[in-house]
């Protein structure tokens, strides 16, 4: 095929088939969150540059490397948005939605981050994310998890995720442990892997999720950020941790959890799945109590996260038998061209007397028996034939394809006919 008539790297289609299945997804956590009282909020793909700029954090991945970003044609800097937060944020100051307000907010759209595509992560990537402004906390960060849990268990894959959580505490105590962090791995250098050895001077706090177990048993011996955290912090997790066992919420501590993003303080949080490979993070979440005030807006705490909509289809389709029939409820037919206008008016009459029926007028111009074999491979359910036979008994050809019977029916009687498939 000829490359330049290719998507984008990393970016690719949606297909149909594919989509059936992100709708039934979309429509189970739009309905629990409709339950919640979370609202959705649409928000615009490109945003200004200077919005991101001292709020994810300078040394974090997204603002290194992976940020898509160009000048428009009035030499405005620009970017695709990486994440949904950030925006959020902006639109919740700008519209005044913050004062002396709490919000509940969800949005759901394409992300763009410049990464190595790989299976669950592209360049082009969706998120649903969910934002609670103006509360403190810890009982909306229990209210987001068991939403989340609901998720779960109405898409039938609770059993494959499980929830990580950990504190890490105000962003002056994370710098502090940062610096000693660095002493620590610095000493130790020539036991880091490249890719630690590259983070160590750009984000090392990021060196505590590798992957790599030789890092991992070095860590053990380095200094902790749980042995850091404040009074306040240290009060706040154990109540969310009181919370959660009070509840029979399921959930692990991993003192080594922390966020990609640089504005997030105490609760951390990340539902895991062992059966996407390195790519096992598949919603991730947490505190972001100084994000509003440092995009100029009022004082109000805030906590959110996003699922990485394309992960959890993948988990589904790994674990699950879900299989949901890409079909058709009456597919009409015609003898030949003669017949056309007549297929689209009874086309019509029955989407106005059965509107939950799916009908398709076939426009094709093949011979019957092609047509039926066209009806057979959109899996239609029944197949009604027009003729010439049929029309001088003002009567219509109705096959039942799953159960191969057929009768002839009176036009007059069709839609009765038909009530069964409803
Ligand atoms: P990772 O460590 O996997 O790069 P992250 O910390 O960058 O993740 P967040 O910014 O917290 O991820 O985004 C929330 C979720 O969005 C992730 O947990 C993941 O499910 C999804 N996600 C992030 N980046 C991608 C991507 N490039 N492609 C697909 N999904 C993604
Ligand atoms: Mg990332």
């Known amino acids: ?64 490397k992976e940020m898509y970003s160009f000048e428009d044609r009035n030499k405005k800097k620009l970017i695709l948005r990486p994440e ?19 919000q509940r907010l969800w949005y759901l759209g394409p992300m763009f981050r410049y990464e190595r595509p790989q299976k669950g992560r592209y360049r082009q990537f969706y998120q649903m994310g969910v934002e609670a402004f103006g509360l403190k906390g810890p009982d909306i960060e229990v209210e987001l998890i068991l939403l989340t849990s609901r998720f779960w268990k109405n898409l039938g894959i609770d059993k494959h995720l499980i929830l990580e959580i950990n504190s890490i505490g105000s962003i002056d105590i994370r710098n502090k442990y940062k610096k000693d962090l660095l002493k620590f791995l610095k000493k130790n250098e020539s036991l880091l892997d490249d890719d630690s050895k590259k983070r160590l001077g750009i984000n090392p706090l990021r060196i505590l999720d590798s992957k790599n177990p030789s890092i991992q048993i070095l860590l053990k011996n380095g200094p902790k950020l749980h042995h850091y955290l404040d009074k306040n912090s240290s009060i706040f997790f154990k109540k969310l941790c009181y919370f959660m066992s009070d509840i029979g919420i399921p959930y692990t501590i991993n003192n080594n959890l922390i966020r990609g993003l640089d504005y997030y303080n105490d609760i951390v949080f990340e539902w895991k799945t062992n059966k996407l490979g390195s790519q096992n993070t598949v919603c991730a979440g947490g505190r972001y109590d100084k994000l509003i005030e440092k995009l100029g807006g009022p004082k109000v705490p805030a906590v959110g996260f996003a699922i990485g909509m394309d992960r959890l289809i993948l988990l589904i389709k790994e674990v699950s038998s879900l ?9 009409i037919l015609i003898f030949d061209d003669s017949f056309k206008l007549e297929a ?54 109705m096959k039942d394809l799953t159960n191969k019977t057929q009768k002839i029916v009176l036009k007059t009687e069709l839609i009765n006919e038909l009530s069964f498939l409803l």
Not at 87 to 99: D, E, M, P, S, V
Not at 323 to 331: Q, S
Not at 360 to 385: C, E, I
Request: some cysteine; charged content about 25%.
């Open 323 to 331: 299989i949901l029939p890409f079909f058709i409820d009456v597919y």
């Open 344 to 397: 689209i008016k009874l086309s019509e009459l029955i989407r106005n007397k059965l509107p939950e029926l799916k009908v398709m007028t076939n426009f094709y111009g093949v011979n019957v028996t092609k047509q039926f074999r066209l009806a057979n491979k959109h899996n239609s359910r029944v197949a009604l034939l027009l003729g010439p036979k049929e029309q001088e008994k003002k009567s219509i050809l």
């Open 1 to 64: 095929m000829n490359i330049k008539n290719e998507s984008i790297r990393g970016m690719h289609d949606y297909l149909p088939k594919e989509i059936i299945i992100w709708n039934h997804v979309e429509t189970i956590l739009k309905k629990i969150l409709f339950s919640y009282c979370y609202n959705e909020i649409r928000l615009p793909i490109l945003e200004y540059a200077t919005l991101f700029k001292n709020t994810i954090g300078n040394t974090t991945d997204i603002i290194t």
């Open 84 to 102: 949904g937060t950030i925006g959020c944020a902006r639109a919740n100051i700008q519209h005044k939605l913050l004062n002396n307000n709490e």
